[in-house]
Nanobody, 125 residues
Framework: VQLQASGGGLVQAGDSLRLACAAS????????MGWFRQAPGKRREFVAA????????KYSDSVKGRFTISRDNTKNTAYLQMNSLTPEDTAVYYC???????????????????WGQGTQVTVSS
């Protein structure tokens, strides 16, 4: 699976953004998809993940209630809707896939086999 993240940008606190992760290759619709982020000088951290059917999601406590992960298997695309953004959300956001037919959602980066290139999100105060 090859992944391409897009949709980042510079916004003000309180604004919204929607990130997209377009997948090519085989097995997108059998992959758990995840979003991670990495701020300068910090470790890559889990943001959200969704199972292959879209029926199960998981969020970090820092984004729960503000971010929504979704997917459209007909378009081979996963999304991250980000609302009520704060400067603390500033980071490079990465999408990732766990691997074909793995059914358990994990929040650790090394549980994901495939990664996109990242898209910058900057939130000004």
């Amino acid at each position: 699976v090859q992944l391409q993240a897009s949709g980042g940008g510079l916004v003000q606190a309180g604004d919204s953004l929607r990130l997209a992760c377009a997948a090519s290759g085989r097995d997108f619709n059998t992959n758990i998809m995840g979003w991670f982020r990495q701020a300068p000088g910090k470790r890559r951290e889990f943001v959200a993940a969704i199972n292959w059917s879209g029926t199960t999601t998981k969020y970090s406590d820092s984004v729960k209630g503000r971010f929504t992960i979704s997917r459209d298997n007909t378009k081979n695309t996963a999304y991250l809707q980000m609302n009520s953004l704060t400067p603390e959300d500033t980071a490079v956001y990465y999408c990732a896939a766990r691997g074909a037919r793995i059914t358990v959602i994990h929040s650790t980066p090394n549980s994901y086999a495939f990664w996109g290139q990242g898209t910058q999100v900057t939130v000004s105060s």
